[in-house]
């Protein structure tokens, strides 16, 4: 690992947490002191975020999260980039570490079956098994497994609804997959509560995948979407090809920026026409603060999300 890259860690781990509150104050310790960015949900059923910090300084929290029993390996997955993928470090306390919205749903009770990262390919591509995509649209648009279904939705509180509108057999093979695994936890607690009964689920979702699989191997098309600055990585979990709009927070590709509705910091062709005027004045506003600050060799508080490609 070069000495000016980052090291960054995705996680998650189901656990019964009682003082929440203790907990997030022992967190902020710990990362603010290793100047480890990032953010960190916390709930009374688990962890769930993603840091980057130096590599001496995740190695740091991988322990830490052991010395807590917060630490699941195959849910802890580690990638690299060469500049810091976030602006600030959250810790937040929440109903849910994953939000679906229905307390039915509780993988600590009921889930369904692990599959592998070197058994998935067998499993998809079998003709009676149904796969199924559980992020959301803008994320199923710039990469997904063949042949894979997405229920439609623009936040994972949707799901249900969709689950309940939806006519699938609830005796048919449903093999499904999200980024890192904790959505399909939830998604397929779910669906088993609600009688299906043939559900399997990714382990470690697209970005284990990515690592177990070869690229000439794969079954994965395009790139995969992040929640940071990187926007989407590609097959060898290095940063893809997408940008992403400061106004929608949507990726976007070097063609969406050649068109008249982009603007840098404001809109793009997605959102363009759902801005007001005054929303696009403030977002011009604070982009402007943004570029004066990388001129004095500062970061701006607003500077979520900055372009890498200027």
């Given at each position: 690992?070069?000495?000016?890259?980052?090291?960054?860690?995705?996680?998650?781990?189901?656990?019964?947490?009682?003082?929440?509150?203790?907990?997030?104050?022992?967190?902020?310790?710990?990362?603010?002191?290793?100047?480890?960015?990032?953010?960190?949900?916390?709930?009374?059923?688990?962890?769930?975020?993603?840091?980057?910090?130096?590599?001496?300084?995740?190695?740091?929290?991988?322990?830490?999260?052991?010395?807590?029993?917060?630490?699941?390996?195959?849910?802890?997955?580690?990638?690299?980039?060469?500049?810091?993928?976030?602006?600030?470090?959250?810790?937040?306390?929440?109903?849910?570490?994953v939000s679906i919205g229905n307390e039915l749903a509780d993988p600590s009770k009921i889930v369904g079956e692990?599959?592998?990262?070197?058994?998935?390919?067998?499993?998809?591509?079998?003709?009676?098994?149904?796969?199924?995509?559980?992020?959301?649209?803008?994320?199923?648009?710039?990469?997904?497994?063949?042949?894979?279904?997405?229920?439609?939705?623009?936040?994972?509180?949707?799901?249900?609804?969709?689950?309940?509108?939806?006519?699938?057999?609830?005796?048919?093979?449903?093999?499904?997959?999200?980024?890192?695994?904790?959505?399909?936890?939830?998604?397929?607690?779910?669906?088993?509560?609600?009688?299906?009964?043939?559900?399997?689920?990714?382990?470690?979702?697209?970005?284990?995948?990515?690592?177990?699989?070869?690229?000439?191997?794969?079954?994965?098309?395009?790139?995969?979407?992040?929640?940071?600055?990187?926007?989407?990585?590609?097959?060898?979990?290095?940063?893809?090809?997408?940008?992403?709009?400061?106004?929608?927070?949507?990726?976007?590709?070097?063609?969406?920026?050649?068109?008249?509705?982009?603007?840098?910091?404001?809109?793009?062709?997605?959102?363009?026409?759902?801005?007001?005027?005054?929303?696009?004045?403030?977002?011009?506003?604070?982009?402007?603060?943004?570029?004066?600050?990388?001129?004095?060799?500062?970061?701006?508080?607003?500077?979520?999300?900055?372009?890498?490609?200027?």
């Open positions: 690992m070069n000495i000016n890259s980052f090291k960054i860690a995705a996680f998650y781990a189901f656990a019964d947490l009682s003082n929440i509150e203790e907990l997030q104050k022992i967190f902020n310790k710990f990362l603010l002191k290793e100047g480890i960015k990032g953010t960190v949900l916390i709930a009374h059923e688990g962890i769930n975020g993603t840091v980057a910090g130096k590599e001496a300084s995740i190695d740091k929290f991988k322990d830490f999260l052991r010395s807590n029993n917060l630490y699941e390996q195959q849910n802890y997955k580690i990638s690299c980039c060469t500049e810091d993928p976030f602006p600030r470090l959250k810790v937040k306390l929440k109903d849910e570490i692990y599959v592998q990262p070197e058994d998935w390919n067998n499993l998809i591509s079998q003709d009676d098994v149904l796969v199924l995509d559980t992020r959301n649209t803008y994320e199923f648009s710039i990469g997904t497994f063949k042949e894979s279904i997405q229920p439609e939705t623009t936040n994972f509180r949707e799901f249900t609804d969709w689950l309940e509108s939806s006519d699938i057999d609830k005796n048919k093979k449903v093999a499904m997959f999200c980024t890192g695994g904790i959505r399909c936890e939830k998604a397929s607690s779910l669906m088993k509560v609600n009688g299906f009964k043939n559900i399997y689920h990714l382990q470690g979702g697209i970005l284990n995948y990515m690592e177990k699989v070869d690229e000439e191997d794969s079954l994965w098309n395009g790139e995969c979407f992040v929640f940071d600055d990187r926007v989407a990585l590609n097959h060898n979990l290095q940063v893809g090809s997408y940008d992403m709009c400061h106004g929608c927070r949507m990726p976007i590709t070097d063609a969406d920026k050649l068109q008249k509705e982009y603007e840098r910091g404001v809109s793009c062709p997605n959102c363009f026409n759902n801005k007001t005027p005054d929303q696009k004045k403030r977002y011009a506003d604070r982009q402007k603060q943004v570029d004066l600050a990388k001129l004095r060799n500062e970061k701006h508080i607003g500077a979520t999300f900055q372009s890498r490609k200027k």
